[in-house]
């Protein structure tokens, strides 16, 4: 995942490799002012043209029916391969918008990688364990990451202006559509900190036997 | 010799099933349930009696609580199977039957909905409390008084359909569903309630087994699942989800039985059975579990045109708080039913029971639970046929010991 990050940073800063270096800085703070640990930030400059991230070739996997991540940020065109390290056999699907597939019923690693070629979020399921959800977040904006225990995310980027989008699983409508500008001036860094208009709705329950009914 | 290959019959297909099973099995299961006990009740039904709890006096002691197998096994792509048997060492006709036995088909998700069919012996999607594997309640020994009547006498043998609209997975907060199911073989159900009225137990009685011993006054050893009009029964219902916290559900259940046919050769009598549930349940992130369920409904007979008919009504309000490995339950039953005029009083019920629970899971595999119910009822059957006092206020005090084990359990 901080391989993925620091990969997007860098490419991002080549894409633009003729302007000088800059820090950006985006802090989250969910409604109530604490930090929001794990917010997908994408940041995409708003004059000159940027090229689009390098693909990556990803691994999400399935570990005691849970997705491990349950959340992964991807460039546009990247693959992931999805194993299942369950003794249990798995059925993943998606039917979001930005890619629709299904993975029938295995275990270990019978398939090659998935291909996302459209941005937006992709949420996976198991048609077999309702209770499994894992999100990626396909983007074609040059940098990208998610923040820290600290709410914050710092790219290393080009100066100029830059339109910033939030995402989370947990984030309202109204939060996740929301769009910031930052200006990444002649200081060399710039900081911006967004705090959610809306409390994030309820964090799953984790604590119940995987054989009962949900 | 046609009895016992009947019998063999499901034990053969267990048996092919466990062999067939290979790699893509989603496991089989054996749980063992001893209990000591003890109680200060009138005997059960399963004694020959009538009762508000399942264990009597004589009982004091060791007991089995239940035996259980259950296999669920993937055939081919879209398509499972499962099976659920138990045995629960009592006076049955049969030593171990199935109580649940279904092929369900489970394609993906489409466009944001979710369909899921199930075909097969099953029970309707009623109770809020009965969760955990083998239809139990990971908060009592005993079910509620709805789901104890639902446990002895009532069962879908048919199709069931659920649509799933997944707004939770749309970045929306909430799920609504649509169920509708079409059955049979289910117009002894209204015979208990009419008889003995409402009990809190944990007994399921499987295919193929009876309720009340022969000789029994009054239920006089029926047959729930049985068929003898040919008219099909009908369920639908409504749920709605709030994220992974609230659950609310609302079903119609009519077995549309002819309430005038009978089976002369049996005696038997087709109950028409009809009732309205109502249900929510609501868990905390801080380990708190409230339920709440609703049934109203009403069951009648008409032999040679003469309408008997029993209205019936019970609820029940559970809360929990579960802390690590352990859960303590407290739960509040009412439940009444009454009689119509031709059927002059008898088999009018009135009660309440309070059910405390402690349970201990430290693993997978084990579960030690002690609980304390007590039942308090006015029965006019109680008087009319078993010639004790109607009002009858009864104690069990139960520690079961349950350990789990097979590929399923992890």
């Known amino acids: ?214 | 010799m046609r009895q016992g290959s009947r019998r063999a019959a499901p034990l053969l297909m267990l048996a092919w099933l466990v062999a067939a099973s290979g790699a893509r099995a989603d496991g089989w299961e054996i749980d063992l349930d001893g209990r000591l006990l003890s109680s200060d009740a009138n005997p059960s039904y399963t004694q020959g009696g009538i009762s508000g709890v399942r264990f009597d006096s004589d009982q004091s002691g060791l007991k089995l609580g239940r035996a259980r197998f259950a296999l669920t096994e993937s055939l081919g792509e879209l398509w499972s199977v499962h099976l659920d048997a138990s045995a629960w060492g009592d006076h049955d006709r049969i030593p171990a039957g199935l109580t649940e036995a279904f092929l369900q088909f489970r394609p993906y998700p489409f466009g944001g909905y979710r369909l899921r069919v199930k075909a097969g012996a099953f029970y309707p999607p009623i109770s809020l409390e009965n969760r955990a594997a083998g239809w139990e309640s990971p908060y009592t020994l005993s079910y509620s008084a709805i789901d104890s009547w639902l446990a002895i006498e009532v069962r879908t043998l048919g199709v069931e359909a659920q649509l799933d609209w997944l707004g939770t997975r749309q970045g929306h907060d909430f799920d609504v569903g649509v169920t509708g199911g079409a059955f049979g073989w289910n117009e002894g159900a209204g015979t208990f309630i009419a008889g003995d009225g409402f009990t809190l137990t944990d007994r399921q009685t499987p295919y193929g087994g009876r309720v009340g011993l022969p000789g029994d006054p009054v239920l006089m050893n029926f047959e729930p699942f049985r068929e003898l009009d040919g008219r099909a029964g009908v369920y639908g219902g409504l749920e709605a989800r709030w994220l992974d916290r609230l659950v609310v559900r609302a079903l119609r259940y009519d077995n549309r039985a002819d309430p005038t046919a009978i089976d002369y050769t049996s005696g038997a009598i087709a109950w028409e059975t009809s009732f309205t549930s109502l249900g929510a349940r609501y868990e905390s992130a801080g380990g708190w579990t409230a339920i709440a369920q609703y049934l109203e409904g009403d069951t009648a007979i008409a032999p040679d045109g003469f309408v008997l008919s029993w209205p019936f009504e019970a609820a029940y309000g559970l809360i929990a708080r579960q802390w690590g490995h352990h859960t303590l339950s407290v739960r509040y039953d009412h439940f009444q039913v009454d009689a119509n005029a031709n059927a002059g009083g008898s088999g009018a019920e009135t009660g309440h029971a309070w059910t405390a629970a402690y349970v201990y899971a430290p693993d997978e595999h084990w579960r030690f639970t002690l609980e304390w119910l007590h039942v308090a009822s006015n029965d006019y059957q109680r008087a009319e046929a078993f010639n004790l006092a109607p009002f009858a206020s009864e104690t069990q005090l139960e520690l079961a010991v349950r350990y789990a084990f097979g590929s399923a359990v992890r």
């Open chain 1, 1 to 214: 995942m901080r391989a993925s990050i620091r990969l997007g940073a860098l490419l991002g800063a080549l894409a633009c490799g003729n302007a000088r270096g800059a820090t950006l800085v985006v802090t989250v703070q969910s409604a109530d002012g604490k930090p929001l640990a794990g917010a997908v930030i994408t940041a995409r400059p708003l004059e000159g043209t940027a090229r689009r991230p390098e693909p990556i070739k990803a691994v999400m996997d399935q570990v005691n029916r849970a997705f491990e991540p349950d959340l992964m940020v991807i460039p546009v065109g990247s693959t992931v391969t999805f194993p299942n390290s369950d003794s249990v056999s798995h059925q993943i699907y998606s039917f979001s918008p930005a890619k629709r597939f299904q993975l029938p019923l295995y275990r270990g690693t019978p398939y090659p990688p998935v291909h996302f070629d459209t941005a937006g979020v992709v949420t996976l399921g198991c048609n077999i364990h309702d209770q499994m959800v894992g999100y990626l977040v396909v983007t074609d904006a040059p940098w990208y990451g998610r923040t820290d225990a600290k709410g914050t995310w710092a790219g290393e980027v080009t100066r100029g202006r830059y339109r910033i989008a939030l995402w989370h699983p947990r984030m309202r409508e109204a939060d996740a559509g929301a769009e910031h500008e930052v200006m990444v001036g002649e200081t060399g860094s710039a900081q911006l900190t967004v705090r959610l208009g809306k409390p994030l709705t309820p964090a799953p329950l984790g604590d119940r036997p995987h054989s009962w009914d949900y």
